[in-house]
């Protein structure tokens, strides 16, 4: 087989395994580097979000580390969740996805390469800029702007390189994962640099930079994260289970009314506070008409998977994926109904909304992350998976602890939400109320942790040379062995016709 | 702070156009017409449309 050095579409004639092959192998040093990255950056998230979920319940833990107070720990956690994790895993994924589905060698391997080391570069710039207390304190956008060079020019190439795959493209048709990918590409930016110009460049004050800044911290999750996931899981769960989407039609609705709707619902995040009416309501009706997405994505990925549930037990693709799948759903439900102006005056400004929160994050996104990776890493290492054990410690660390933690904090906030709307019960007592809930948080927290660690020694195996344990590879030849396995049933089975 | 509105403004328009643009440019290009088999380009003759893809591994089973 003949393939391009650059960005071409392999030539020659070769068989579907053979494209896929090269294909995969193209991409093999930036996906893995960007996946190590973005599981170190968890972990350090984890580990961070573990320390400022200890000190709410025990406020004296590390006190005397002012590197290591509440405020500076705490936004270390989120942003190396959004921007270590999510935006490192979340851009693998759009790599390795856009290639296979173009079916084209992927494009400018080292510029990548040098890119994918500067953005975490510029993410631990930032890290160390907040643990020095020199955090900007604008919500999600806590990095110093002296970081933001590092995390934006690296961001340039992934565009450059996802526009090159897609205008080289094999096929005539651009598959659903496609849409949500080309989105992400061109909305990401868009939204770092305004909000970044509305905020910490400090183009607008007072209460529009608030605006500018929950539009931005919504629209991250929902116009970043989101789209990537659903990308991953409209791919992986066809994929898996052998089986086309349930309704192609309705999964393009779903993407156009996301990318019509979803914009728009950011202010609902400050209901309560002292905006103009009219915006507040525009978030909420933004918000209420995120149902058609969230309803549309629901109804395809069940009735994908509807007759191939028992395919959980023997995939660990499919338990991720389809974890992830449920999850957005409940999340993003609860997510609409959260904008409410009625639901707000219980659970805003409570525990409630870092359960959903996590819910979406943990119980959403992450899942899809690892999903992809379960599934690409031994067609790009040519390698299995070492421990099927871990995989499974893996998968339950991370539905128990996001269970565990959306549970516990959004039970707490509906309570906590009750108690402070009466004026008769002390704030103090209500804090004491809620410790129980905030120690169960930190246990979901290290549950979740656990899960990384067997991960990590998973990814550190599948990565470096060792004795393989399984004889036989997930699917790594699988077309082949299907093949000589059918022939043999063929050869031993007199045919019917 | 006029200069940051206008680069803001200017950016939304021509954000908000290439994404009219390229909805035309695909309904043109005719990226909704077959929507039937476009849901079928993730399969091909190797991993065809019932071949389930993903194992434990060590764990498969024919």
């Known amino acids: 087989?003949?393939?391009?050095?650059?960005?071409?579409?392999?030539?020659?004639?070769?068989?579907?395994?053979?494209?896929?092959?090269?294909?995969?192998?193209?991409?093999?040093?930036?996906?893995?580097?960007?996946?190590?990255?973005?599981?170190?950056?968890?972990?350090?998230?984890?580990?961070?979000?573990?320390?400022?979920?200890?000190?709410?319940?025990?406020?004296?833990?590390?006190?005397?580390?002012?590197?290591?107070?509440?405020?500076?720990?705490?936004?270390?956690?989120?942003?190396?969740?959004?921007?270590?994790?999510?935006?490192?895993?979340?851009?693998?994924?759009?790599?390795?996805?856009?290639?296979?589905?173009?079916?084209?060698?992927?494009?400018?391997?080292?510029?990548?390469?040098?890119?994918?080391?500067?953005?975490?570069?510029?993410?631990?710039?930032?890290?160390?800029?907040?643990?020095m207390g020199q955090s900007t304190g604008v919500e999600t956008l806590e990095f110093p702007l002296y970081a933001m060079p590092f995390l934006v020019v690296p961001y340039v190439?992934?565009?450059?390189?996802?526009?090159?795959?897609?205008?080289?493209?094999?096929?005539?048709?651009?598959?659903?994962?496609?849409?949500?990918?080309?989105?992400?590409?061109?909305?990401?930016?868009?939204?770092?640099?305004?909000?970044e110009a509305c905020t910490n460049l400090g183009a607008v004050d007072g209460v529009a930079q608030a605006i500018a800044n929950w539009w931005y911290g919504h629209n991250v999750v929902g116009l970043f994260a989101t789209p990537t996931g659903i990308a991953a899981a409209y791919y992986l769960i066809p994929k898996v289970i052998g089986k086309p989407i349930h309704s192609y039609h309705l999964s393009l609705l779903g993407f156009w009314s996301n990318a019509i709707f979803y914009n728009w619902a950011g202010t609902h995040h400050l209901?309560?506070?002292?905006?103009?009416?009219?915006?507040?309501?525009?978030?909420?009706?933004?918000?209420?008409?995120?149902?058609?997405?969230?309803?549309?994505?629901?109804?395809?990925?069940?009735?994908?998977?509807?007759?191939?549930?028992?395919?959980?037990?023997?995939?660990?693709?499919?338990?991720?994926?389809?974890?992830?799948?449920?999850?957005?759903?409940?999340?993003?439900?609860?997510?609409?109904?959260?904008?409410?102006?009625?639901?707000?005056?219980?659970?805003?400004?409570?525990?409630?909304?870092?359960?959903?929160?996590?819910l979406g994050m943990y119980g959403f996104f992450a899942p899809l992350m690892f999903a992809?990776?379960?599934?690409?890493?031994?067609?790009?290492?040519?390698?299995?998976?070492?421990?099927?054990?871990?995989?499974?410690?893996?998968?339950?660390?991370?539905?128990?602890?996001?269970?565990?933690?959306?549970?516990?904090?959004?039970y707490a906030g509906i309570r906590q939400g009750m108690m402070m709307n009466d004026p008769s019960i002390p704030f103090l007592n209500i804090v004491q109320w809620t410790i129980p809930f905030l120690m169960s948080r930190t246990l979901a927290g290290l549950i979740l942790l656990s899960g990384t660690v067997a991960f990590l020694i998973n990814f550190v195996r599948i990565v470096t040379p060792h004795k393989l344990t399984w004889a036989t590879p997930t699917m790594l030849d699988s077309d082949r062995d299907w093949k000589q396995i059918l022939e043999a049933e063929k050869e031993a089975k007199p045919q019917h016709e | 702070m006029f200069g940051v509105f206008i680069f803001i403004w200017s950016f939304a328009l021509i954000s908000g156009t290439v994404m009219v643009w390229l909805l035309a440019w695909a309904i043109r290009r005719g990226e909704f017409r077959d929507l039937r088999s476009g849901a079928r380009m993730i399969f091909d003759k190797d991993e065809p449309i019932g071949l389930v893809t993903d194992h434990f591994p060590g764990e498969r089973k024919w």
């Open chain 1, 1 to 131: 087989m003949v393939a391009d050095t650059k960005a071409g579409v392999v030539k020659g004639a070769p068989s579907d395994y053979e494209f896929r092959v090269e294909v995969d192998r193209s991409s093999k040093q930036v996906i893995v580097l960007y996946w190590a990255a973005a599981l170190f950056w968890l972990t350090v998230a984890s580990i961070a979000g573990i320390i400022s979920s200890i000190k709410l319940h025990n406020p004296g833990f590390l006190g005397g580390i002012e590197w290591l107070t509440f405020g500076r720990v705490r936004a270390v956690h989120w942003d190396t969740a959004i921007y270590g994790f999510g935006g490192v895993a979340a851009s693998g994924t759009l790599l390795w996805l856009q290639a296979r589905l173009c079916q084209v060698r992927m494009p400018y391997t080292k510029l990548l390469i040098a890119g994918g080391l500067v953005f975490n570069v510029g993410i631990l710039v930032g890290v160390v800029g907040i643990l």
């Open chain 1, 157 to 195: 190439f992934i565009v450059i390189a996802n526009f090159t795959m897609y205008f080289k493209k094999k096929s005539s048709h651009t598959y659903v994962s496609q849409w949500y990918l080309m989105a992400v590409t061109v909305w990401f930016p868009v939204l770092v640099l305004s909000a």
């Open chain 1, 271 to 358: 209901t309560g506070g002292p905006l103009p009416a009219w915006t507040i309501t525009l978030g909420v009706v933004g918000s209420m008409m995120m149902f058609i997405p969230v309803i549309t994505i629901g109804i395809n990925h069940h009735m994908t998977m509807l007759g191939s549930f028992h395919l959980l037990k023997t995939s660990p693709t499919l338990r991720f994926a389809v974890m992830g799948s449920m999850l957005y759903t409940v999340s993003s439900f609860q997510g609409a109904l959260e904008a409410l102006r009625s639901h707000q005056e219980i659970t805003h400004f409570t525990h409630y909304t870092i359960g959903h929160v996590h």
């Open chain 1, 372 to 410: 992809m990776m379960y599934y690409a890493m031994p067609r790009l290492m040519n390698r299995e998976w070492s421990s099927a054990r871990l995989i499974r410690i893996h998968f339950w660390c991370t539905l128990v602890g996001t269970l565990l933690y959306g549970g516990a904090m959004c």
